[in-house]
């Protein structure tokens, strides 16, 4: 999640009931999308009311759970639900024009009046002083606190942002991927070096504190993989 599409920013990782993987984005977005020149295949997408989400899949790529937030992939482990965020709290994102930038919750019953659909005052609305949280290009992009998946943008209000809170994925048949692979039960030589002392250590961070602040670069982990 959080690549630069040829139009809007990619979402987080998801599995499909049937057990196929894809990436998310703003579902005003093309259909048509490709990343890096590969085209990525429309599976469906849900627009308006409380909806604004499409998925693709990535056959010639690996989906994780991994996001991207401008200075490395974070992992995700948990998502949390439009019900249990709250007004005032501390939320980061990462858009292809924007980048990476946080900020408050000011509404989490936002009604959009983007025309072309009636909306539901579902959306959240996020805000910073002086701060532009969302421009044309962002769309799609992952929203987050630590390593739980909280949206994916909608939309802009000037400097502030909207997005649509990652539970209503469901209406696809969608999860987010938020399961930990660890590379020493894979590779069993490495893991009886960590076990034995060796200096060889788990590229895998732990999660990250959810209250800590989240504006360091220190929360984001490099990609580990080649």
Request: aromatic letters at 10%; proline letters at 6%; charged letters at 20%.
């Amino acid at each position: 999640g959080g690549l630069a599409l040829s139009e809007c920013t990619s979402g987080f990782s998801v599995i499909h009931t049937s057990g196929e993987k894809g990436i998310l984005t703003a579902a005003h977005c093309a259909n048509e999308l490709s990343y890096n020149g590969t085209d990525l295949d429309f599976k469906g997408s849900a627009e308006g009311g409380s909806y604004d989400v499409q998925w693709h899949t990535a056959p010639e790529f690996t989906v994780r759970n991994l996001a991207y937030d401008g200075s490395g992939n974070r992992y995700i482990y948990s998502t949390k639900h439009r019900d249990n965020q709250a007004v005032n709290e501390w939320v980061c994102k990462y858009g292809k024009i924007t980048g990476y930038e946080c900020g408050n919750i000011i509404d989490k019953n936002y009604q959009s009046t983007v025309p072309g659909h009636t909306w539901s005052p579902t959306f959240i609305r996020v805000h910073h002083d002086g701060v532009d949280l969302s421009d044309q290009g962002d769309s799609g992009g992952p929203w987050f606190r630590g390593n739980t998946a909280y949206g994916i943008m909608k939309s802009e209000i000037g400097d502030d942002a909207v997005y649509m809170a990652i539970n209503y994925i469901d209406i696809l048949d969608l999860k987010v991927i938020t399961n930990r692979v660890y590379l020493p039960l894979i590779l069993k030589d490495v893991q009886s070096q960590i076990m034995s002392g060796s200096e060889n250590t788990i590229p895998y961070p732990p999660p990250i504190d959810e209250s800590a602040p989240i504006e360091f670069p220190s929360e984001s982990q490099p990609n580990p993989y080649p």
